[in-house]
């Protein structure tokens, strides 16, 4: 069974290809708006080379939206041409580390931080918006390893750490039962979505 894995979200990307779990396929690239081309490109190299997935994972963040999104709707159109089962698993629970149990941190922008804990690959905890202090109080009470995948100075415990294809493939062979789900397929949101609505569209609102 040939596993297509997918990851997205940080300012590292990564494809990786498994079949019954050996690997056939790996590369990681920069994965930033002016760099999405090597996703593409790499995806198609590894589809030509070794043929089409039966099954496809992909990364659902926390991280770039935009990254995540591209992911998700490559993973949708390879189903549609493939027929493949398709999952998504958090990004933070793929970390290419060594620690089996560890904490995340990340900016979530707006002066906010998350956090998430992660044990055995899955998800226990978060993830969870904090302020600065806030978050700086919590890290205090943890005793397990802190990463985070792009630079925080002012969190000098967390370490750099970014998520692996590899690592989600490994994941979703553990959780095969739970491959084909289409509606996993949702990026992991740490807030609502803010609209702003356009002065236009106000003028023309009809009155209450």
Do not use: W
């Not at 990340?106 to 806030?134: C, H, M, N, W, Y």
């Amino acid at each position: 069974m040939k596993m297509l894995a997918l990851e997205m979200s940080s300012a590292q990307g990564s494809i990786a290809l498994r079949e019954d779990g050996e690997p056939m396929f790996d590369c990681t690239f920069p994965a930033d708006r002016k760099h999405s081309g090597a996703f593409f490109e790499n995806v198609q190299l590894c589809v030509e080379q070794f043929g089409r997935p039966q099954e496809i994972v992909v990364g659902l963040g926390p991280g770039s939206y935009a990254g995540v999104r591209i992911a998700i709707a490559t993973a949708l159109g390879l189903r549609s041409a493939t027929g493949a089962k398709l999952a998504g698993i958090p990004s933070i629970c793929a970390l290419d580390v060594e620690a089996n149990d560890y904490c995340v941190i990340g900016d979530a922008r707006r002066q906010s931080f998350f956090f998430a804990k992660v044990e055995a690959g899955r998800l226990t905890e978060g993830p969870i918006l904090e302020s600065s202090p806030e978050l700086e109080l919590r890290i205090k009470e943890v005793a397990l390893p802190i990463y985070a995948s792009e630079p925080l100075p002012q969190f000098p415990r967390a370490r750099l750490a970014y998520p692996a294809a590899g690592r989600l493939a490994e994941i979703a062979r553990r959780q095969t039962g739970e491959m084909d789900d289409a509606q996993s397929l949702e990026p992991i949101y740490l807030r609502e979505p803010h609209i702003t609505v356009p002065k236009s569209a106000r003028a023309f609102a009809p009155a209450k």
